[in-house]
């Protein structure tokens, strides 16, 4: 291992904890000072090289003959001076899938997942996100007050992925309760473990009873996915279709709220939606900082040394503002790397933008005059090196009614009929109550628990 730097050495800069999750622009405009890479620790004792220059990102993403995306060539996770237990190591970590994979097992593996995909129907795919969001809004719709976060944007893409890889209710909790545990590092060794666990037993299932659903379009694919490569392919598709989707609903909602651009039009009766999801594209992407590459040899950089098997990690809402991009339009601009780019691309992006403007103009065509209960400046972010993640959305409104369009899926009742949020039940703290009064830590342990409850009916 390498000598410690000396304090004030951009080496320093920690890309986890409270401070960085509050602001992370501030992070990026410093290490911006040390040229378009710059060294920083993911957690204690993991040493990576962010990519905060757009140019410099394109260069890194579309270079696979350059920068692999196998992390079997990181060097220091090989010779053990980042340990397995490391917090960052399930997000990082080889997994026979495309997102870890080069050159023709990549090809084999990413054309099962595009091929699986087209087999969704848009029409479909947008039915299973408005009955899922009509089932969420009116379970809150008569209180007058939600969290926007965890009692929508993080479920509502759990229903839509439940629906669409045909996934058991149960399982479908377990594996967002593991992925989340991921992103978050908290525990991301158990995490793993029950992410794995639980994906192999929906395999195991979907073997002997396929259906018409994503999970077994991949089985029947001509590319053959063994068992281990359904479980790591569902791995990736899962973090792409949850942990990201509620960031960027989430953030756009946030960002409807907020911004007098965008608050102006709400109040005239024109819902900006799709200039709203641009802006957060650009400007607060749901994985911040991702894309990790490996030098596949030494490379010299704009004067700096590139060591192979080192990772280099894609800032791509660094990248995204970097002050070198001549255009300061977004609205309608697509040239964001917020989907990535080159060859690991995501596949999914035209489905993942379908679902967060759906959440976004049901909610809004439902729910009036929606406010924030606090200034959006006292919003707390969850920490984590690679997402850009509120830990709660707390919102208040006037009383709307129910449309009764929920009966997809789980109930709004839940099995037992007891489980809903009503006028009478009011008096009982809710979510955001409970949140603002005690001001957690963000904890999503916490959520995971409420979902579970929600699916329980309780």
């Known amino acids: 291992m390498s000598a410690v730097p000396p304090p004030g050495c951009p080496a320093h800069q920690s890309l986890y904890g409270p401070e960085f999750a509050a602001d992370p622009a501030t992070v ?31 260069h890194v993403l579309r270079s696979p003959e350059t920068f692999a995306k196998d992390p079997r060539h990181w060097r220091d996770l090989a010779d053990g001076t980042v340990p397995m237990d490391s917090p960052v190591v399930p997000m990082m970590m080889y997994r026979p899938n495309a997102l ?37 809004i009116d379970r809150f719709a008569p209180l007058g007050t939600a969290d926007l976060l965890g009692e929508y944007a993080q479920v509502l893409p759990l229903l839509v992925f439940n629906h669409l890889f045909g996934c058991p209710v149960g399982h479908g909790v377990r594996l967002v309760e593991g992925m989340s545990g991921i992103f ?72 409807l709220l907020s911004d007098d651009r965008f608050a102006g039009d709400l109040s005239g009766g024109t819902l900006p939606v799709e200039d709203a999801l641009d802006e957060v594209l650009w400007t607060d992407p749901p994985i911040a900082n991702y894309a990790v ?34 255009s300061g339009r977004r609205t309608g601009n697509r040239a964001h790397l917020a989907w990535s780019a080159g060859p690991h691309t995501c596949p999914a992006q035209g489905p993942a933008r379908l679902i967060a403007a759906v959440a976004v ?65 009011a008096s009982r703290p809710s979510p955001v109550d409970e949140s603002r009064a005690a001001a957690p830590e963000p904890s999503r342990s916490g959520w995971a628990r409420r979902t579970a409850a929600w699916w329980r009916g309780e």
Do not use: C
């Open 28 to 58: 990026y405009r410093r290490l911006r000072e040390s040229g378009p890479t710059a060294p920083v620790e993911l957690a204690p004792g993991v040493r990576a090289t962010l990519v905060t220059g757009y140019d410099a990102a394109l």
């Open 100 to 136: 870890f994979t080069d050159g023709e097992q990549h090809s084999r593996l990413r054309g099962a997942i595009s091929d699986s995909l087209a087999r969704v129907e848009s029409g479909t795919l947008r039915g299973y996100a408005e009955r899922s969001a009509d089932t969420l």
């Open 184 to 255: 978050d590092g908290v525990d991301a060794e158990r995490a793993n473990e029950l992410l794995t666990t639980t994906l192999l037993d929906l395999v195991g299932l979907k073997r002997r009873r396929p259906a018409p659903d994503v999970t077994s379009w991949l089985m029947e694919h001509p590319a053959a996915l063994t068992d281990e490569e359904m479980v790591h392919t569902l791995v990736v598709l899962m973090g792409a279709g949850t942990e990201p989707q509620q960031n960027l609903i989430a953030n756009s909602l946030r960002l």
């Open 293 to 326: 590459h490996y030098p596949r040899h030494d490379v010299v950089y704009e004067g700096t040394l590139l060591r192979a098997g080192d990772p280099l990690v894609v800032s791509l809402a660094a990248a995204n503002t970097d002050p070198a991009l001549t």
């Open 361 to 425: 103009e049901k909610l809004l065509d439902r729910v009036s005059d929606i406010e924030l209960t606090l200034p959006v400046e006292e919003l707390q972010w969850r920490p984590g090196p690679f997402h850009r993640a509120l830990a709660a959305l707390p919102v208040r409104f006037p009383a709307a009614p129910t449309v009764g369009r929920s009966g997809d899926g789980p109930s709004a009742d839940g099995p037992s009929g007891g489980g809903r949020r009503t006028p009478e039940t």
